[in-house]
């Protein structure tokens, strides 16, 4: 397998997260995401549908969208996936993530860390985000992870983002359940922090 992601990029980290955890062997491409697309890697700008990362490259398919390739993983290793009748409530949290905490997360990381937004729409994306950690700390309150099964791909997607929690102005320490989470997750055999995971120079599976 090989995985085309970029550092800062939470969605590329969901996958790569997955890959060592599961202790699935592949390698990993970084992509400069500030070089133009016309002008990036020639093989990704193939590969990749719709000129994003993360892109994975699996028995020659490429498969894109951070969790449609989890879903994919899953399937595939069987890691990850919970109990069969737990499927309906991880795809579920992957729809959930999408459109909520994997919007209002990254979009407020970047409005802070790289392009400042006018007042009005750092409040609506701080909103959100609050809504977003109040509804998640609440879920952990009852259960270990989010699925009483343990770790599923829907910890990995829910999770990505928050490993950068304090870049957006929010404190794992306020939420203690996500605190509790997180802790959980870094603790897992093969977790690597984002930063460490998706830098540039290539990193050997499991490293």
């Given amino acids: 397998m090989l995985l085309y992601g970029s550092t800062d990029s939470g969605h590329s980290y969901k996958v790569r997260f997955f890959l060592l955890l599961s202790g699935t062997s592949h390698s990993y491409q970084w992509i400069d995401l500030g070089t133009p697309r016309s002008e990036r890697l020639a093989a990704f700008v193939a590969a990749s549908k719709f000129g994003e990362v993360p892109v994975l490259i699996d028995d020659g398919i490429a498969h ?63 909103k959100r985000v609050l809504a977003d950690l109040q509804t998640l700390d609440e879920a952990l309150s009852r259960t270990e992870f989010l699925l009483p099964s343990g770790p599923t791909i829907a910890d990995i997607s829910c999770s990505a983002y928050l490993f950068w929690l304090s870049q957006t102005g929010f404190a794992e320490a306020d939420y203690p359940h996500i605190e509790r989470w997180l802790g959980l997750l870094r603790a897992l055999p093969g977790w690597m922090h984002p930063d460490e995971a998706m830098r540039p120079a290539p990193l050997a599976a499991g490293t």
């Fill in 64 to 126: 894109c969208q951070s969790n449609a390739i989890l879903m994919h993983l899953a399937q595939r290793t069987n890691a990850f996936r919970g109990h069969g009748a737990e499927w309906r409530s991880i795809l579920e949290w992957l729809s959930w993530e999408a459109n909520r905490i994997g919007f209002s997360a990254p979009n407020l990381r970047f409005s802070s860390l790289w392009e400042p937004q006018p007042p009005d729409v750092l409040a609506y994306l701080r």
